[in-house]
């Protein structure tokens, strides 16, 4: 049972990124998945989560969707900021959707910086 995150890089303020998160081992249309980053410093904090029941999720800058044929969960962000550079982490689990002890399955995270 594995999850990886990918797709973080350098982006300029304002610019758009998306973050896949690939599961192996098991199906990630059953769980709920949430996207959490950890900047510098700071403590992990939620981005935005989705339910197994839920295609999308969209809060704000950032979107959630399902790729069920691919088994990937995609987060797209929008008009990066420089706040926005962190650690961004995806996670699945079957019981809540908003508080990390809730999820069983971590990725090892994929850095995104947002710099000119």
């Known amino acids: 049972v594995q999850l990886q995150a990918s797709g973080g890089g350098l982006v300029q303020p304002g610019g758009s990124l998306r973050l896949s998160c690939a599961a192996s081992?098991?199906?990630?249309?059953?769980?709920?998945i949430g996207w959490f980053r950890q900047a510098p410093g700071k403590e992990r904090e939620g981005v935005l989560c989705i339910s197994s029941s839920d295609s999308t999720s969209v809060k704000g800058r950032f979107a959630i969707s399902r790729n069920n044929a691919k088994n990937t969960v995609y987060l797209q962000m929008n008009s990066l900021k420089p706040e926005d550079t962190a650690v961004y982490y995806c996670?699945?689990?079957?019981?809540?959707?908003?508080?990390?002890?809730?999820?069983?399955?971590w990725g090892q995270g994929t850095q995104v910086t947002v710099s000119s």
């Open positions: 996670a699945a689990g079957s019981m809540g959707c908003r508080e990390q002890y809730e999820y069983a399955y």
């Open positions: 081992g098991f199906t990630l249309d059953y769980y709920n």
